[in-house]
């Protein structure tokens, strides 16, 4: 232990988890040399926003900083911006430079996190194919848009739901292409996936179902996308979605644990890798969750907070589990919503619903308790929503879709801590 805190304990990663560990360990009293190694030349920050509120211009990228720009002018905090770690040395406990440097640990932190797919088809990477993950990207595809006649985004998740929405918000012409019949449907199903395509076609999103990208062209066709279901899709720009793949090579190449299941870096429920000074968190983790009994990655805003702080602190001893439930938000359009536990993966779904509205609560039911929810504009019942998945509380199904009754009349009195 002596050794772990003469040398300097280091961070690796340039997003929330890694600032959010940073602050945390200085917070609860590490008082020794700090190193966070970031490849991005700025400070640690958020990224959410960059679909979302920062893509549409509204706000500006101070806001997004994982810790006050104060912080890293701290004594014995030394942020090494725009540099990238290249190798791991466990043995000697070193992490080796792009410069030929390196820099020894006492304890270290992998919160590198993931790095979205480019498209392996025909074109993918031509200039006007956008991928989204840093502040850079999100500023290109805000400039490119701006002279763009017409926008097509590829894929079915979050982030391609949320840049078609913020596009098309700027007034942008925009198509979105997914490979399921309703947007997000692989995520929530299709019943509320139903509601989140009818909001973007009611605010001019076109919605091409069922459809992937095959190839990207820029010939004689004109520019865009040739789909699988045989058709020709027009557009100046592309921006596309398609998953990511979390950053694991320094770790496989240390001979650390990649789980098989999610490809992460294999780490128990408090972080640790089969290295105990080495730990690992946010969207590269793979970590064992005490409430599931399995290892999960979860690539959220939330997560990463949560792992970051959970990190710090075992570094610390602090022995602090890793047992949050998951959780995870999306505005598109007017429509905000919030997500406890892990929707679709156990359970019967349940919807309540607002006739004439998108207010929506929809409930995973396992053998009569909630195992996991999602609301759309019902920020009003958002605790007892999440108090309800926590606590896998029992729900009467009949009484839960008649949306006259209270939804915390539904559910047990909290007792007194």
Same mark, same amino acid.
Request: charged letters at 25%; proline letters at 4%; a negative charge.
């Given at each position: 232990m002596k050794d772990e805190r003469t040398r300097p304990w280091v961070i690796v990663g340039g997003g929330l988890a890694a600032g959010r560990a940073a602050t945390t360990l200085r917070k609860e009293g590490f008082d020794g040399r700090l190193v966070v190694i970031a490849a991005e030349n700025r400070q640690p920050y958020e990224r959410p926003p960059l679909s979302k509120d920062y893509l549409r211009g509204e706000t500006l990228f101070e806001k997004l900083l994982a810790a006050e720009a104060g912080f890293w002018s701290s004594p014995d905090v030394e942020l090494m911006s725009g540099r990238r770690a290249t190798s791991l040395e466990l043995d000697g406990r070193r992490i080796g430079l792009d410069d030929g440097g390196t820099v020894p640990f006492g304890r270290l932190l992998l919160a590198i996190g993931a790095s979205p797919l480019r498209p392996s088809i025909p074109g993918g990477s031509l200039p006007f194919v956008h991928l989204l993950r840093t502040v850079e990207d999100s500023d290109r595809i805000r400039a490119d848009a701006s002279s763009a006649a017409s926008i097509a985004v590829a894929g079915g998740g979050w982030i391609s739901a949320e840049v078609a929405a913020s596009l098309r918000q700027l007034g942008h012409d925009v198509t979105l292409v997914m490979p399921t019949a309703e947007v997000l449907q692989h995520h929530l199903g299709p019943e509320v996936g139903a509601?989140?395509?009818?909001?973007?076609? /009611?605010? &001019?999103?076109?919605?091409?179902?069922?459809?992937?990208?095959?190839?990207?062209?820029?010939?004689?066709?004109?520019?865009?996308? #040739?789909? !699988?279901?045989?058709?020709?899709?027009?557009?100046?720009?592309?921006?596309?979605?398609?998953?990511?793949?979390?950053?694991?090579?320094?770790?496989?190449?240390?001979?650390?644990?990649?789980?098989?299941? !999610?490809? &992460?870096?294999? %780490?128990?429920?408090?972080?640790?890798?089969?290295?105990?000074?080495?730990?690992?968190?946010?969207?590269? =983790? !793979?970590?064992?969750?005490?409430?599931?009994? /399995?290892?999960?990655? %979860?690539?959220?805003?939330?997560?990463?907070?949560?792992?970051?702080?959970?990190? =710090?602190?075992? #570094?610390?001893?602090?022995?602090?589990?890793?047992?949050?439930?998951?959780?995870?938000?999306?505005?598109?359009?007017?429509?905000? #919503?919030?997500?406890?536990?892990?929707?679709?993966?156990?359970?019967?779904?349940?919807?309540?619903?607002?006739?004439?509205?998108?207010?929506?609560?929809?409930?995973?039911?396992?053998?009569?308790?909630?195992?996991?929810?999602?609301?759309?504009?019902?920020?009003?019942?958002?605790?007892?929503?999440?108090?309800?998945?926590?606590?896998?509380?029992?729900?009467?199904?009949? /009484?839960?879709?008649?949306? !006259?009754?209270?939804?915390?009349?539904?559910?047990?009195?909290?007792?007194?801590?």
């Open positions: 509601i989140y395509s009818g909001v973007h076609e /009611r605010h &001019g999103v076109r919605l091409v179902r069922g459809a992937r990208v095959v190839e990207v062209v820029d010939d004689g066709r004109g520019r865009g996308l #040739m789909l !699988s279901n045989g058709d020709f899709l027009r557009a100046d720009m592309v921006v596309v979605g398609f998953g990511t793949t979390p950053n694991v090579e320094l770790a496989a190449a240390a001979g650390l644990e990649i789980d098989g299941g !999610s490809g &992460g870096i294999a %780490v128990d429920a408090e972080l640790r890798t089969a290295a105990p000074e080495v730990f690992a968190a946010g969207d590269v =983790a !793979s970590a064992w969750h005490p409430r599931y009994g /399995r290892r999960l990655r %979860v690539e959220h805003w939330d997560n990463a907070r949560q792992q970051g702080r959970v990190a =710090a602190l075992n #570094m610390l001893g602090r022995a602090t589990a890793n047992d949050r439930v998951p959780y995870f938000y999306s505005d598109q359009f007017d429509l905000g #919503m919030e997500t406890f536990g892990l929707p679709g993966d156990a359970g019967e779904l349940t919807v309540r619903r607002w006739p004439g509205t998108d207010r929506f609560v929809a409930v995973w039911l396992l053998e009569g308790r909630a195992v996991a929810a999602v609301h759309g504009n019902d920020f009003d019942d958002s605790k007892v929503i999440g108090r309800l998945v926590r606590e896998r509380l029992p729900l009467d199904r009949d /009484r839960f879709l008649d949306a !006259s009754i209270p939804l915390a009349e539904l559910v047990p009195a909290e007792q007194p801590a």
